[in-house]
């Protein structure tokens, strides 16, 4: 795929068109991380609307740093939609390939393996870096702009979301991991501590943003 038809830079209605075509590639995984991006990108316009106004001075640094933050993971999570798609492919690519020898069979039983992880492992990397974002979300709804904190508040649940897809993107290949493979027992308590942390998270948000829209 070249960078013209990458997902980064197709345009939204033909990254919807691809997601909504027979074509499994890119799938739920790869529009996880790019509702990720998406909270980034929210984090940081938000940040953008708040810097540099007398108001929320005391809040500069941080705004600052929040903003860098929030561009960086943005850029992560359209790398990691990128990289579910082609750990998808790699996947099929080692299902098709031959098996009717000793030889082809063990050949293909190592690729399957090696794609199997990396079919679980990106979408582990998303969801961790999707509760970076949501953490950024959080932060920003209390000393962002007041007229932007429903984008805040957006930008928490996008990043929600992102987490949750994540998380079910690697748990419905952790059973296709070979039995010796480390992440096939470690994964499910990273995955139960994120969604734990993430929901809290949100809430908090949530509450944050409900509280600063109501009248002053």
């Known amino acids: 795929m070249g960078d013209s038809d990458s997902l980064g830079h197709l345009l939204l209605g033909s990254l919807l068109d691809r997601l909504a075509s027979s ?68 996947v099929v690519r080692a299902r098709r390939m031959p098996r009717e020898s000793e030889a082809e069979r063990a050949t293909r039983a190592a690729a399957v393996r ?28 209390s000393i962002g702009n007041r007229v932007a904190v429903s984008d805040a508040g957006v930008a928490a649940q996008l990043a929600r979301a992102a987490l949750r897809g994540a998380v079910l993107n ?26 734990r942390e993430s929901e809290a998270r949100e809430q908090s948000a949530l509450d944050v943003v409900d509280a600063r829209m109501q009248p002053q």
């Not at 992880?117 to 961790?128: D, H, K, N, Y």
């Not at 970076?132 to 709804?141: F, G, S, Y």
């Not at 070979?178 to 499910?188: F, H, I, K, N, V």
């Open 114 to 141: 090696v794609a199997m992880i990396g079919a679980a492992e990106v979408p582990l990397r998303t969801a961790r870096v999707a509760a970076e974002v949501l953490a950024l979300a959080d932060r920003i709804a």
């Open 23 to 90: 074509d499994p590639v890119p799938g739920g995984g790869s529009a996880a991380a790019i509702a990720g991006a998406m909270g980034a990108a929210l984090v940081a316009m938000v940040a953008e609307l708040t810097i540099g106004r007398p108001d929320y001075a005391e809040h500069e640094a941080a705004l600052i740093e929040l903003r860098a933050a929030a561009h960086d993971r943005r850029l992560s999570l359209l790398s990691l939609a990128e990289e579910d798609a082609a750990a998808y492919e790699a």
């Open 170 to 195: 690697v748990r419905i290949n952790l059973p296709y991991l070979p039995a010796d493979e480390p992440m096939r027992t470690a994964a499910p308590a990273e995955l139960d501590r994120l969604e």
